[in-house]
């Protein structure tokens, strides 16, 4: 059995986490213990921000460290769920990485630039492309069995999403990304509540088939017990 730890940047892949993720990996001998937060603390009550790592990633990357320390054991594997979409650009190795075209090899050589620079085998990167609604649209259907009447809008945010490859590819900038794109046609979409349940309606099964990236990671957590075996 292999505890995983996950840092997230918000309650909506914290409740994503605990509600979809752990009862998944559970039968793979995979714990997901319960989620941290990471953000720009407030530091003088201890307080870390509901969603966001805002302009600097350097205190997440010492929420990291700090809380791998606290467990050494070998049955213990770290990772994390943060948007490639508005990261701070202090983080490992941005500026190369912003140079490649695709936001799957941008997404690919940010992680390994973090996790040359925690220097620590257990630890398994993960950056979201390009945000946590990506998830929600790789079945935009999804909407219609959280939301009444809004058939229209959902025709038409698939419309518009139907041109990209993957929901992964989707981000053009500070308007269009996709959540940008949900709350366009979806205007009482929110976030922390709506994402979470959406994303258990859509089921990891067609959010692996429509997101490779995310594919890639969910895969690698199936494995973690079976490592060298």
Request: aromatic content about 10%; proline content about 6%; some cysteine.
């Amino acid at each position: 059995m292999k505890r995983l730890y996950l840092t997230v940047e918000g309650q909506t892949e914290q409740a994503f986490a605990v509600d979809v993720l752990q009862p998944h990996l559970s039968p793979f001998n995979v714990m997901v213990v319960k989620p941290r937060l990471t953000g720009l603390h407030a530091r003088r009550k201890g307080r870390i921000p509901t969603g966001g790592l805002l302009n600097t990633f350097g205190h997440s990357l010492g929420d990291i460290r700090r809380w791998m320390s606290e467990d050494k054991s070998i049955d213990a594997r770290f990772s994390i769920m943060i948007d490639l979409y508005s990261l701070p650009t202090d983080f490992p190795g941005y500026a190369d990485a912003m140079k490649l075209a695709s936001p799957h090899d941008q997404a690919a050589q940010l992680e390994k630039a973090l996790a040359n620079e925690l220097g620590d085998s257990r630890f398994v990167p993960y950056l979201q492309v390009h945000e946590f609604e990506a998830i929600v649209l790789a079945n935009p259907d999804s909407f219609l069995e959280w939301f009444d009447d809004i058939d229209k809008q959902v025709a038409n945010l698939k419309a518009e999403c139907e041109p990209f490859a993957t929901p992964e590819e989707i981000n053009h900038g500070q308007h269009t990304h996709p959540k940008a794109r949900i709350k366009k046609y979806i205007e009482d979409y929110h976030e922390n509540i709506d994402g979470p349940v959406l994303a258990g309606y859509v089921g990891l099964d067609a959010i692996r088939d429509k997101c490779p990236h995310f594919a890639q990671w969910l895969t690698t957590l199936e494995e973690l017990d079976t490592e060298g075996v």
